[in-house]
């Protein structure tokens, strides 16, 4: 069943095809994680709410990159040493390619995002 939502499609519209790729990646991992796990759109990107506000996947327009924010991401341990600090709560992965994309590293940081969010 696809879950993705049509206003978070219409997200990647403006994208370059690189980044589009990079989104439609992240939003098959995000759903891929929990059942209970669902695509919203807030703030003009898709937002994922588990148990609450969850995550988002928002272009950094200053930086041009794709951006995975983690609501709760004050709260998460960074062995990799490769979350944003720039925000008080939030902390983001950035992405400028799909090769960035490390599963092993998104599943360390969602493993605790989600036991946080229970």
């Not at 690189?18 to 929990?34: E, P, S, W």
């Not at 807030?42 to 272009?59: A, D, E, R, S």
Request: hydrophobic share 40%; glycine share 4%.
């Amino acid at each position: 069943m696809n879950r993705k939502i049509p206003s978070a499609d219409r997200f990647t519209f403006d994208l370059s095809p690189k980044d589009r790729v990079i989104v439609d990646v992240l939003r098959d991992y995000i759903l891929g994680l929990n059942e209970e796990i669902v695509e919203t759109f807030k703030y003009q990107c898709p937002f994922y709410m588990f148990k609450g506000m969850f995550c988002y996947i928002t272009f950094d327009k200053k930086n041009k990159i794709i951006a995975l924010g983690f609501v709760k991401g004050y709260k998460l341990e960074d062995k990799f040493n490769i979350l944003s600090t720039d925000r008080k709560q939030i902390r983001k992965l950035h992405f400028r390619t799909v090769e960035d994309i490390d599963e092993n590293k998104l599943k360390y940081y969602f493993k605790q995002a989600v036991v946080l969010h229970k």
